[in-house]
């Protein structure tokens, strides 16, 4: 396939393209490279022959229609495959304008150019990936189904639950081929370095403390990253034009366990963890039922949780450089006003 990627140089579109390339697709990543999105992430394929990158705006609808015909950027693309996002729930918390501009307007925006190529006699699968934030929590304990309703939580979760609505009103509408994926809390190596498990990896590494929110006991289902780009990719392939899948890694966790787990993995004590007043808001539960893509496309998560989380602490510990350049500056500014002390 030859595919149009956006978000390609963030932690989870990094993988996607490494591993789309490595299974012989071609790839042309569009991404802002905002503060998350890193080229570093796409070192190991940046002299790959069917490797592109072009540094623009998702919501610059001009330059997508310009990418969707131009030859030289690798048209005609076969699928584009909407990963750019603001995808940090705290950081939703404090200002939501970015959250409503990039996720939801970013959205419509590539969702014209797509309803725009296909009207001009283009062919073109568009694939938004989405995540289980939509449901919002699972305090019954009952895990979602595609079925489920949406309920988000948060200004991200509403966000990415406003675009996933636009998806499919554009596939209702205009016909167009549209394909979503909901996939549960991602980890692996790339990661940026404010979400959970790189923040608490490179703190304990750092001798830090690590912030645990409220009492610790909100669970996640953790998924490694590549596992997510192998759902993508079948979703892409054989998914049901219309339809949404759930991805998950079946590894549902409250955050000290994980906690637990990374002390242990860097050598550290409990004396790590400082206990930090809670996210307003915080979702209780995330748990997620992903017997759909199994049953009708064959796919699995195949990375088991213990072996994926020591290969990502290991990955952290071999690429202090990576995480070092990122963990300073302005990124250093918004970490030290966001946590307070209980
Ligand atoms: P990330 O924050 O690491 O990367 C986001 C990428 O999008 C960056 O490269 C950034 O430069 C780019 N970007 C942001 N705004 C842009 C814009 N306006 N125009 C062009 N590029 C822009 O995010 P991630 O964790 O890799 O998540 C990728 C996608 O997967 C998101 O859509 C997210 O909602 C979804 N998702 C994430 C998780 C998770 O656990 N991280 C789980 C499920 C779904
Ligand atoms: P995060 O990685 O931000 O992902 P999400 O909010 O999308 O699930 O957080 C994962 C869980 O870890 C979530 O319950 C919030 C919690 N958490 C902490 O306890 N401390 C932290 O410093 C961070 C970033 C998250």
């Known amino acids: 396939m030859k595919l149009l990627v956006t978000g390609g140089a963030g932690f989870i579109g990094s993988s996607f393209v490494r591993l789309a390339l490595k299974d012989g697709h071609a790839v042309t990543v569009l991404d802002a490279l905002t503060y998350c999105g890193n080229l570093a992430n796409l070192d190991p394929v940046k002299s790959h022959a069917k490797y592109r990158f072009v540094k623009g705006d998702v919501r610059d609808g001009k330059l997508a229609d310009e990418l969707l015909a131009n030859k030289e950027h690798g048209a005609p693309f076969d699928c584009l495959v909407h990963f750019a996002a603001e995808s940090h729930v705290d950081r939703s918390i404090l200002d939501a304008s970015p959250f409503i501009s990039t996720n939801i307007a970013g959205t419509q925006v590539l969702l014209d150019a797509a309803r725009r190529h296909v009207a001009a006699g283009g062919k073109l699968r568009y694939l938004q990936v989405s995540t289980d934030e939509v449901y919002g929590s699972a305090d019954d304990g009952k895990p979602f189904t595609e079925s489920t309703p949406i309920k988000p939580n948060s200004p991200y979760a509403a966000s990415k639950a406003s675009a996933d609505l636009l998806v499919r009103a554009y596939h209702h509408t205009y016909k167009l081929d549209t394909v979503i994926t909901r996939c549960s809390n991602n980890y692996g190596p790339y990661q940026f370095p404010e979400k959970l498990i790189p923040l608490f990896t490179t703190n304990l590494f750092e001798g830090r403390k690590v912030p645990v929110y409220g009492d610790g006991m909100q669970v996640r289902d953790w998924i490694h990253c590549d596992d997510h780009s ?105 970490y030290e006003q966001q946590y307070v002390k209980r």
């Open 230 to 334: 192998r759902g993508v990719l079948a979703v892409l392939a054989k998914g049901k034009s219309g339809e949404v899948y759930n991805l998950g890694g079946g590894n549902p966790m409250p955050n000290l366990e994980i906690t637990k787990r990374l002390i242990k993995a860097t050598g550290r004590d409990e004396s790590s963890i400082e206990y930090v007043k809670d996210r307003p808001g915080h979702d209780r539960v995330y748990l997620i039922d992903h017997t759909k893509v199994t049953r009708e496309l064959g796919w699995e998560p195949q990375v088991p949780f213990g072996e994926g989380l020591a290969a990502t602490v290991q990955w952290y510990r071999d690429n202090e450089a990576w995480w070092r350049a990122i963990k300073s500056g302005e990124y250093l500014k918004y």
